[in-house]
T-cell receptor
């Protein structure tokens, strides 16, 4: 089944404790992105990747890192999480850069 | 930079009634336009998209949307709403490059029986 998977789905952590949210797609898509969703703000892009080893900032990249060492994986790294990073995070992949297919989301709470 | 406005935060309709959700965009060139739906606790599902050609596009679940360049709009419609359509709906504009989508803030649809 073609899908985008994210792990974990739910995460509670404390300020400053490094964490990684994994994202994997099995559709051989070139493009992958990370978004965060906050009430009243819709979804905002954090980072995107156009191919292996090619990444760039989206609209809200501060406090996040990404890497794309393999085509299928695009982990999101929070080196020192803060409470304002409490959010719902979505990974997405796309074959061409337009239509995107979203993962199920990761709900993060930073205390 | 592109932007999307969904002027209605919350809409309530009766089951069987027609539905129109509004979306206005701002983008200098011809946009790629999308409607996504998010059911409670779920991810986003693509309803339909417009890239070019016929300005009336059909999507899944009986939804359609019409691109009106003169009004910078891409409104979503459904002739008869079902209770299962209750969800949050997001309009998005893509630039066609860099896999970048800009989303509106969403419209929450409530369906009364």
């Amino acid at each position: 089944e073609a899908q985008v998977t994210q792990n974990p789905r739910y995460l509670i952590t404390v300020t400053g404790k490094k964490l990684t949210v994994t994202c994997s797609q099995n559709m051989n898509h070139e493009y992958m992105s990370w978004y965060r969703q906050d009430p009243g703000l819709g979804l905002r892009q954090i980072y995107y990747s156009m191919n292996v080893e090619v990444t760039d900032k989206g609209d809200v990249p501060e406090g996040y890192k990404v890497s794309r060492k393999e085509k299928r994986n695009f982990p999101l790294i929070l080196e020192s999480p803060s409470p304002n990073q409490t959010s719902l995070y979505f990974c997405a992949s796309s074959p061409t850069g337009e239509t995107q297919y979203f993962g199920p989301g990761t709900r993060l709470l930073v205390l | 930079a592109q932007s999307v406005t969904q002027p209605d935060i919350h809409i309530t309709v009766s089951e069987g009634a027609s539905l129109e959700l509004r979306c206005n965009y701002s983008y200098g060139a011809t946009p790629y336009l999308f409607w996504y739906v998010q059911s409670p606790g779920q991810g986003l599902q693509l309803l339909l998209k417009y890239f070019s050609g016929d300005t009336l596009v059909q999507g899944i679940k009986g939804f359609e949307a019409e691109f009106k360049r003169s009004q910078s709009s891409f409104n979503l419609r459904k002739p008869s709403v079902h209770w299962s359509d209750a969800a949050e709906y997001f309009c998005a504009v893509g630039t066609g490059t860099a896999s970048k989508l800009t989303f509106g803030t969403g419209t929450r649809l409530q369906v009364t029986l």
